[in-house]
């Protein structure tokens, strides 16, 4: 009997786990299978929308990221979460639609493309380009 009622006990709190994910945006991740996948290579951005992020930032290095495999909102939280855990990350945008993240560093912070890489891949993307600007 205390078997069955661990075993109850473990599949209703997997479910239930799987349910907070997939609830979120009311379909599974897995796989991130989408109809549209955003490649962001090239570093082009959205010109109003940088202007917005730069504003009022000062003494900062820009790292413009091209990501390939955002397709949702999940993942663009997840880079953004893993980002704002550095100290050094003052600012983030993720830009889904057009596959870009632009992200304002410390001055002090030396911005690598090994590390900016690893933390695009731990979310599950790729990083396909990489451009550095001083503001």
Known sequence: ??????????????????????????HSHEGHLHETMV?????????????????????????????KGMVCDFCARGISKTFLKDKNVKKIDVDLDNGKVVIAFSKSKEITYSEIEKKILSNGQNMSDLQILEI
């Open 39 to 67: 490649d962001g290579k090239g570093l082009d951005v959205n010109p109003e929308r940088f202007d917005m992020f730069v504003k009022e930032l000062s003494n900062v290095n820009i790292a413009i990221v091209s990501v």
């Open 1 to 26: 009997m205390k078997k069955l009622l661990l075993i109850t006990l473990f599949s209703s709190s997997l479910i239930a786990a799987e349910n907070d994910h997939s609830g979120m945006h009311g």
